[in-house]
C-alpha cells in the first residue's frame, strides 16, 4: 500500500514536470523563436501561452523593446588629418528574429559588438571626408542621417535588426591640440570682431557727415528764408513811414522832434553846445509851429 502510494506521487511528479516543461509563456516585450535540436522551426512566436514537446523543442526569448548602447569613445581622423575623440550612442531593437538569432545565437553583448564595429566603420569613413569645422557646426546632423542610413541597411540585412536612432554625445579634442585650436579660434573671432567694428566706425563716419551736411544746408535755407522775411519786414515798415509821412510831413517832424529832445534831456549829466537859433529848437522857440 506504501509503495503504491510512492508510485502515485512519482508520477504525479513527473506529469507535473511534464506539464511545466511543456508549456511556456512569451510576454509583449519578448520576441521568442522554438528550436528543434538546434534548428529554428517556428521564427516568430506571438505573445501569449503556447506549447513545446520536452528535450524536443526549445525557446529561446529576446529583449523586444528598445535596446540603448553606448559605443566607448573612439579617435577619428578628420579630413585635414585633425584627430578627434568622438562619443556616440545607438538605439535599436530586434525586427527579424529568425535572422538576429543566426547572427548573433541571442547573444545581446554579441549584437552591441557586431554593431559597434559597424558604427566605428561608418564613423570613421564620415569624419575622413569632412573637415573639423563642418564635423564640428557645420554638418553634424547631415554626417548622422548618412551614418543612420548606411548601418540601417547593413543591420537589418545582415543582423535583423532595425536602428531606430544613432546620435553623436560628444566630440572632443585631444589634449596636445585642445589649446592651439582654441588659440586659433579666438584669433579667427578677433579678426571678425575687427572686421565688424572697423565697418561699424566707417558707417558711423558716413552718418556723421551726412548729418553735418544735411544740418549745414538746413541752417542755410534758415538764414536765407530770414533774411527774405528781415527785408520784406523792412520794406513794409518803411512803406508804412513813407505813408505816415506824407500824409502830415509838419506833424511827423514835430513828433520826431519830441523824441529827439526825450532822448537829449533824459541823463543828468548831458552838455549840449548849440546855438540858441538852431533849428533844433525851433518848436521850442515858437510854439505856434504846427
Known amino acids: 500500500m506504501k509503495s503504491n502510494s510512492v508510485f502515485v506521487l512519482v508520477v504525479a511528479l513527473i ?23 538546434g534548428e529554428i522551426v517556428e521564427p516568430d512566436i506571438e505573445p501569449g501561452l503556447h506549447f513545446k514537446i520536452p528535450f524536443v523543442n526549445t525557446v ?3 529583449e523586444a523593446r528598445l535596446i540603448t548602447m553606448d559605443s566607448r569613445p573612439q579617435a577619428f581622423l578628420t579630413l585635414e588629418a585633425k584627430r578627434l575623440i568622438v562619443d556616440s550612442f545607438i538605439k535599436w531593437r530586434v525586427k527579424d528574429v529568425e535572422r538576429y538569432y543566426t547572427a548573433t545565437s541571442g547573444d545581446e553583448n554579441r549584437a552591441n559588438s557586431l554593431l559597434s564595429s559597424r558604427i566605428e566603420t561608418n564613423l570613421r569613413n564620415q569624419f575622413g571626408e569632412r573637415t573639423l569645422n563642418q564635423v564640428v557646426s557645420g554638418e553634424r546632423e547631415e554626417l548622422m542621417e548618412q551614418v543612420n ?14 536602428i531606430v536612432d544613432i546620435r553623436i554625445k560628444r566630440i572632443d579634442l585631444p589634449t596636445e591640440v585642445s589649446a592651439s585650436v582654441y588659440d586659433r579660434m579666438r584669433s579667427e573671432r578677433l579678426r571678425l570682431a575687427r572686421e565688424l567694428r572697423a565697418r561699424g566706425l566707417e558707417l558711423a ?3 556723421r557727415a551726412d548729418a553735418d551736411r544735411q544740418r549745414t544746408v538746413i541752417t542755410a535755407n534758415a538764414f536765407s528764408t530770414a533774411e527774405i522775411i528781415r527785408g520784406e519786414g523792412d520794406a513794409e515798415a ?28 533824459s541823463g543828468q549829466g548831458d552838455i549840449l553846445v ?3 537859433n ?11 509851429i504846427r
Open 15 to 37: 506529469a507535473v514536470w511534464l506539464v511545466s516543461e511543456s508549456v511556456y509563456i512569451v510576454k509583449e516585450t519578448e520576441r521568442a523563436v522554438k528550436l528543434r535540436f
Open 60 to 62: 529561446r526569448k529576446f
Open 149 to 162: 542610413r548606411a548601418l540601417s541597411q547593413v543591420a537589418e540585412r545582415e543582423l535583423g535588426i532595425e
Open 205 to 207: 563716419e558716413g552718418i
Open 238 to 265: 518803411a512803406n508804412i513811414y513813407a505813408n505816415a509821412f506824407s500824409q502830415d510831413a509838419e506833424f511827423y517832424a514835430f513828433v520826431r522832434s519830441l523824441n529827439a529832445y526825450r532822448e537829449s534831456f
Open 274 to 276: 548849440l546855438e540858441p
Open 278 to 288: 538852431s533849428e533844433f529848437f525851433r518848436y521850442l522857440q515858437n510854439p505856434s
